[in-house]
């Protein structure tokens, strides 16, 4: 690969991780502003395998819509911890009303988009400066 192609391939990574990020972080913040809250209950905890070995733990949660519908779903992500969401637990739940499955759990691991989109952007930055130096120099 020719020296000069790196920065170009660095920067369309971290860009593609910037969207990715961003769009996470964008959808937590459009439920918790803008969706459906409801009070709910984990009802249990999934327990999976992470690739690299140990476990992962989802709450599922149980939650009746403004509409009356019962739904039981889970978040996106999971977490490597249990923490305090536990079976009988009462939480509170963001959801969209078109999609109720399309939900967040208050408290449940959400600082992880804003990270990863602050981070994403930090790594951005670096190559953009030295294109932008590379065409006007």
């Known amino acids: 690969m ?3 192609l790196a920065v170009p391939l660095f920067w369309l990574g971290a ?6 990020s961003l769009r996470a972080l964008w959808r937590d ?4 502003r803008g969706g459906s809250r409801a009070e709910g209950q984990v009802t249990s905890v999934r327990v999976g395998t992470r690739v690299k070995g140990g476990a992962n733990y989802t709450p599922v949660v149980r939650f009746t819509t403004g509409s009356g519908d019962i739904i039981v779903a889970e978040p996106r992500v999971y977490r490597t911890w249990q923490g305090r969401f536990r079976p009988g637990r009462r939480v509170l739940i963001y ?11 208050k408290g449940y691991a959400y600082l992880v988009p804003g ?8 790594l951005l930055a670096a190559p953009t400066a030295m294109i932008i130096d590379e065409l006007f120099s």
């Open 15 to 20: 860009a593609v991780f910037f969207g990715v």
């Open 2 to 4: 020719p020296s000069w």
């Open 95 to 105: 959801y969209d009303p078109t999609d109720p499955k399309d939900m967040r759990i």
């Open 115 to 122: 990270v990863l989109t602050i981070g994403s952007a930090l």
């Open 29 to 32: 913040i459009r439920l918790r």
